[in-house]
């Protein structure tokens, strides 16, 4: 079992629609990252929570650390939000991350 | 915002030969960098922890006569895949923090390497 767990793996929406991002992880952390990779390969750092909420845009992200658990959800989707979201959790404060697998999200105008 | 550079972007060659790759933070030091490496449909993983004036940190299942790293300045730190092989073909990534604290990881745009 890996430590950091996504789901859906793959998710398909229509423009304009709410989209949820689930990310479960089984060791204590310190913080959680929320990463985005688009085609091409580079990575945009979206988030990084170690509790609560946060929010950026059409972006949200929650955190609940007793649950070991959060969401990242985009509002209003874009067909450009396509691309592949990353849960990556730093277990101390040396900055090492574990990624979880990824959600290819799709989102069709 | 930070900016992590990494060149080059794609490189193709024989098998056997030796590939560098940088990694540099243009607007920040970094005493810390990491490498991670991605296969095609799967998530990074993280291959080594560059520290700068030291010796990098691996992780386990990662040959480090085969992936040299050096970090000789606060702005730079470099992979070397040293007799590459197809299978060494990947997508490879670094990522630094900025200095005064471990908030946000910027990474660079990655490397293409494909070995004939």
């Known amino acids: 079992k890996n430590e950091v767990e996504q789901s859906p793996q793959n998710l398909t929406a229509q423009e304009g629609e709410f989209i949820t991002i689930n990310c479960s992880y089984s060791v204590g952390i310190s913080a959680l990252h929320w990463l985005q990779q688009h085609p091409g390969g580079g990575i945009v750092s979206l988030f990084m929570?170690?509790?609560g909420k946060k929010k950026h845009g059409r972006l949200i992200a929650t955190i609940n650390i007793q649950e070991k658990h959060s969401s990242l959800h985009i509002t209003a989707s874009h067909p450009r939000d396509s691309a592949v979201y990353i849960c990556a959790v730093r277990l101390g404060s040396y900055g090492k991350l574990t990624f979880g697998q990824g959600t290819i999200l799709t989102v069709h105008p | 915002g930070a900016v992590v550079s990494q060149h080059p972007s794609w490189v193709i060659c024989k098998s056997g030969t030796s590939v560098k790759i940088e990694c540099r933070s243009l607007d920040f030091q970094a005493t810390t960098m990491f490498w991670y490496r991605q296969f095609p449909k799967q998530s990074l993983m993280l291959m080594a922890t560059s520290n700068e004036g030291s010796k990098a940190t691996y992780e386990q299942g990662v040959e480090k006569d085969k992936f040299l790293i050096n970090h000789a300045s606060l702005t730079l730190s470099t992979l070397t895949v040293t007799s590459a092989h197809p299978e060494d073909s990947s997508f490879y990534i670094c990522?630094?923090?900025?200095?005064?604290?471990?908030?946000?990881?910027?990474f660079g745009p990655g490397t293409r390497l494909l070995v004939l």
């Open positions: 990522s630094a923090f900025p200095p005064g604290g471990k908030e946000t990881q910027y």
């Open positions: 929570l170690s509790s």
